[in-house]
């Protein structure tokens, strides 16, 4: 990664011929020990991208010219990085794919119906075949695909009656759930979740998606994180695959339409902190009914959308 990232920018004439690398600042740059970046050095000076000079170091010089040495504090500006992009992706190997997979799942499973092939998988993510079936059965248990008997993995399609049979459990469990998580919910926490709520109403902008899924999150999974039942649980997380429409449909028109819910979410909230349990589980149940109709709205504009182009472990049955 780290030679791809510098070899990017080598070639796209974003780096100065003449600017010397060096270990330990580039290794600062990318948060890495020297090993990768002493290695990732190397590879670029195979390419011919770097050479050596009689200082400590590499040159830069693409074109085996003559230039002068520029030797200055590395930064990313002058690496011509951008200055909030995240450089090494430090996660491990198994929450990578399963990220990966989750985000396509969750897109693609509104647009048909797919059978997920894991060797595809594991050689699109670089990953052992291993990697990808424990991610997948973790998502078979958010219920984002299945296995069939013979060994295929399918997803989707997620179609506007499983809307309503997904809501329609929701609608009687997650009320329950809260009224039995309610009294271990923390003032603090309480609060943080109104401020992320006053946040986005007052956001002149519509709210960011990552801002929206965390608000959502925050009343769908940590007011409900209280649940004693784990296989009530299992079944609630199981129901909320609807969730990923939003994210789909913004990320498709670059807006949210979540106003209205923001405003549902508040008073699921704010009942919390005034110890109105009943209110909170009533206002819980209304949102529900109301979250409902705006899915399944959703699911007819995403029927006319153009689908992505998807990855290839995704083939399309119908």
């Not at 609630?236 to 939003?246: D, P």
């Not at 995403?302 to 992505?308: A, D, F, K, N, T």
Request: charged share 25%.
């Amino acid at each position: 990664m780290i030679r791809d990232t510098l070899r990017a920018s080598i070639r796209l004439g974003r780096v100065v011929p003449g600017l010397v690398l060096v270990e330990a600042p580039l290794a600062q740059l990318f948060g890495t020990s020297r090993v990768p970046v002493r290695q990732a050095l190397n590879l670029l000076h195979e390419e011919g991208l770097i050479c050596r000079f009689e200082g400590r170091g590499y040159l830069v010089n693409p074109h085996n010219a003559q230039v002068e040495v520029l030797r200055t504090p590395l930064t990313r500006q002058l690496l011509g990085l951008e200055p909030e992009e995240q450089l090494i992706d430090t996660r491990p190997l198994g929450e990578r794919a399963y990220d990966d997979l989750l985000h396509n799942v969750g897109t693609f499973m509104v647009f048909g119906h797919y059978r997920l092939d894991e060797q595809l998988a594991a050689d699109h993510l670089n990953v052992s075949r291993s990697v990808v079936r424990e991610a997948l059965m973790r998502l078979r248990d958010r219920g984002l695909v299945e296995k069939e008997p013979y060994g295929q993995w399918l997803a989707g399609p997620l179609t506007a009656q499983s809307v309503i049979d997904d809501y329609e459990l929701r609608s009687v469990l997650e009320p329950q759930a809260l009224r039995q998580s309610a009294p271990g919910l923390e003032r603090e926490v309480l609060q943080d979740m109104l401020v992320r709520i006053d946040l986005a109403q007052r956001s002149r902008l519509s709210p960011d998606r990552a801002t929206v899924e965390q608000i959502e999150h925050d009343l769908h999974v940590e007011c409900l994180a209280g649940l004693r039942n784990q296989k009530m649980a299992a079944l609630i997380r199981q129901c909320q695959s609807q969730m990923n429409i939003g994210r789909i449909l913004h990320d498709a028109l670059k807006r949210s339409l979540d106003d209205a819910m923001l405003v549902e979410h508040r008073r699921v909230i704010e009942a919390l902190l005034a110890g109105k349990t009943d209110e909170a589980v009533d206002a819980l149940g209304q949102h529900l009914a109301s979250a409902r109709e705006r899915t399944l709205q959703r699911l007819k504009v995403l029927s006319v959308l153009p689908e992505p182009a998807k990855p290839p472990y995704l083939i399309r049955l119908s």
